[in-house]
């Protein structure tokens, strides 16, 4: 008992692929169009029958009028071909695999066999979005919504194209601007997150860009007393930027420090990295910034992380009040579209990106148009 399948861009094709290898007599005991994976974009609209030489059952071919030799085949007895019937019927099932019947497949054949049809265009852009690590569920989402919304001579208009994408891609990546400090009037902003993602260098960056380039009164909290010369790490920035800094350990000792900087316009507070899946450190930390009370509390995730691990960080971080998302390290990333999902699910803006290690330098301001164009490598943001 042979069953073989065969794939083609129309039903006809893969009919004639039938004919050609098993003969006029073989029998079609199956066909469906496949309609998820990359295929689908790649290859264009894919049919697939599944067929047999030696299992008779009534022929769903045309019946030809020209002489043909009679077959060597035997037909399967009824039991046999009921019990097989019925265990390919199951597997199919369970495959969860929407199928459709060969009439159907007529019918619909040149209905929908032009609009399937794969531009270029779109398929330059399917690999774009691919390379930048955007998941092939989001990327086939906008294609589809750019394909639907433009008519086939517009589809060849590769710049009218990458600009639907673009703007597409904008509106996902939603951004909420920098931290704004009104002098005279105080303003406490907190940077959390999962360890190694570099909270305390983006600390040193915006305080040195806010006191000597904004000319702003500003001050430093560190309550990271668990990492190994987390400490002196920033007391050495503080020490360079010339910026009072105080150290804390307890809730108590927070109120304190805050009102020894009350004076000041900003007070960045590095908190210690924390891992999402340790619940005592989470509830620690809520504790110190409810005594804090800060104005901002910007999670800070690694752009070389995965999806998953930037996923759960904020929805664990989500529970100590996060405002924003802050994206690090853009430097050492092959692509930014692994943040997409992090942003549909978390529904938190970005504030900052770095690109590398320099104080002051590698900091700036996200911007959602230049953060698309960067994922479609347009520019060289």
């Known amino acids: 008992m042979e069953v073989k399948t065969y794939r083609a861009s129309s039903l006809q094709a893969a009919l004639e692929q039938v004919r050609t290898e098993l003969g006029p007599d073989a029998s079609v005991l199956h066909t469906r169009e496949v309609k998820h994976g990359m295929l689908r974009w790649i290859a264009g609209r894919q049919i697939e029958v599944t067929a047999s030489a030696t299992i008779k059952v009534p022929s769903r071919f045309p019946t030809s009028h020209a002489h043909t030799a ?9 039991a046999d071909y009921d019990d097989f019937r019925a265990k390919y019927r199951a597997a199919l099932k369970r495959s969860d695999e929407h199928s459709e019947s060969l009439v159907e497949h007529l019918s619909l054949e040149a209905d929908r066999a032009k609009s399937n049809e794969l531009h270029q265009s779109l398929f330059e852009l399917f690999t774009k979005l691919i390379d930048a690590e955007v998941s092939e569920e989001v990327a086939r989402e906008m294609l589809e919504r750019v394909r639907s919304g433009l008519s086939s001579a517009d589809l060849n208009d590769r710049m009218l194209v990458n600009s639907r994408v673009s703007r597409l891609l904008e509106d996902e990546l939603k951004c909420c601007g920098p931290i704004r400090v009104t002098p005279g009037i105080r303003r406490i902003v907190s940077l959390v997150g999962p360890t190694g993602v570099g909270k305390t260098t983006t600390i040193a960056k915006l305080a040195a860009n806010f006191h000597l380039r904004e000319k702003q009164r500003v ?3 560190t309550v ?3 990492r190994i010369a ?4 920033l007391r050495t920035y503080a020490d360079i ?10 809730p108590r000792e927070m109120r304190t420090a805050i009102a020894r900087l009350s004076g ?14 340790d619940d005592l450190r989470i509830q620690e930390l809520k504790a110190m910034l409810a005594e804090a009370r800060p104005d901002e509390v910007h999670v800070v995730l690694s752009s070389v992380a995965s999806t998953a691990s930037m996923r759960q960080a904020t929805e664990r971080f989500a529970d100590v009040g996060a405002t924003s998302l802050l994206l690090t390290k853009l ?6 579209g692994n943040i997409l999902p992090v942003l549909r699910n978390s529904k938190l803006p970005i504030s900052y990106i770095t690109n590398g290690q320099n104080v002051p330098e590698d900091i700036a301001s996200a911007d959602s148009r230049k953060l698309a164009r960067a994922i479609l490598r347009t520019e060289s943001d």
């Open 264 to 277: 000041l316009d900003l007070i960045l507070m590095d908190t210690a990295g924390r891992s999402p899946q």
């Open 70 to 78: 009679p077959t060597t085949t035997k037909p399967l007895p009824p």
């Open 230 to 233: 987390a400490v002196d790490q």
């Open 331 to 336: 430097d050492e990333t092959t692509g930014l």
């Open 219 to 221: 001050g430093l909290i």
């Open 224 to 226: 990271d007393t668990y």
């Open 241 to 250: 930027i010339d910026l009072p800094m105080e150290v804390v350990s307890t």
